[in-house]
């Protein structure tokens, strides 16, 4: 299944999809140096976005969430990439500075954890393997 959004920041990416249903706070709900969600009772508490495709609907918090997202980057324990139904300013910011591929606009209701996941962002596709 190919589901068609809007490119936030390019590239191509082939990964394993973990899926929150609730928005993700960057700054103090993921550990940079880990990768590891830490804000306490969020569904993904306790598990790594690293090298995964990390979908959320959108972002919240903090504008420091941007220079988090660098952060995971920075330390080599970000995720291969963003999906996310609405990117708002501070996850936007964030994948531009990381360079992390981004799209945006995709139901992310048809995607579930563990889902293998191609996006081609250049294209604005995210296509469920």
Not at 78 to 89: H, L
């Amino acid at each position: 299944m190919k589901m068609e959004g809007r490119m936030i920041n390019p590239g191509k990416v082939e990964a394993e999809a973990i899926v929150s249903r609730e928005p993700i706070g960057f700054y103090g709900g993921i550990d940079p140096k880990t990768g590891i969600v830490i804000e306490k009772g969020h569904e993904l508490e306790g598990q790594s976005v690293t090298g995964k495709v990390l979908i959320f609907p959108c972002g919240k918090g903090s504008t420091v969430g941007s220079y988090v997202i660098y952060g995971l980057e920075k330390y080599g324990v970000g995720p291969a990439a963003i999906i996310n139904k609405e990117t708002e300013t501070i996850v936007a910011t964030g994948v531009i500075l990381a360079d992390v591929t981004c799209v945006d606009g995709i139901d992310i209701d048809k995607i579930k954890t563990g889902d293998r996941l191609r996006i081609d962002a250049d294209e604005g596709t995210v296509e469920i393997l």
